[in-house]
């Protein structure tokens, strides 16, 4: 279980796991709007070398850049995409 915004939920591991097992270089994305229509992306490296984090903790600096984008531009994060659906659906072990 991942904390996001503060709640635990149910993250999806598996980028995590296939970076670490073919060795890859794990980017994250972040798109700004520029103007109307226009938009510029900037990528940021979280790792050349995933072999070398603790298990699930490319995923947690994952969470927290993505927490740091909504909250710079929370008019583009999509709500819809009910990202708290499974929060109480948390195990006992994990509250």
Same mark, same amino acid.
């Given at each position: 279980?991942?904390?996001?915004? %503060?709640?635990?939920? $149910?993250? +999806?591991?598996?980028? @995590?796991?296939?970076? !670490? !097992?073919?060795d890859?270089?794990?980017? &994250?994305?972040?798109?700004? !709007?520029?103007? *109307?229509?226009?938009?510029?992306?900037?990528? =940021?490296?979280?790792?050349? &070398?995933a072999?070398?984090? @603790? &298990?699930?903790?490319?995923? /947690?600096?994952?969470? @927290?850049?993505? @927490?740091? %984008?909504?909250? %710079? =531009? $929370?008019e583009?994060?999509?709500?819809? +995409?009910? *990202?708290?659906?499974? *929060? /109480? !659906?948390? $195990?006992?072990?994990?509250?």
């Amino acid at each position: 279980m991942e904390r996001f915004f %503060n709640i635990k939920v $149910p993250v +999806h591991t598996g980028a @995590e796991m296939l970076a !670490k !097992k073919f060795d890859l270089v794990v980017i &994250n994305y972040v798109t700004k !709007k520029v103007k *109307r229509g226009y938009y510029k992306t900037e990528f =940021q490296l979280i790792t050349e &070398n995933a072999k070398d984090f @603790e &298990n699930y903790q490319i995923t /947690d600096l994952y969470t @927290e850049l993505t @927490e740091k %984008n909504i909250l %710079n =531009q $929370p008019e583009f994060y999509l709500w819809s +995409h009910k *990202r708290f659906k499974h *929060r /109480d !659906k948390v $195990p006992a072990e994990f509250l």
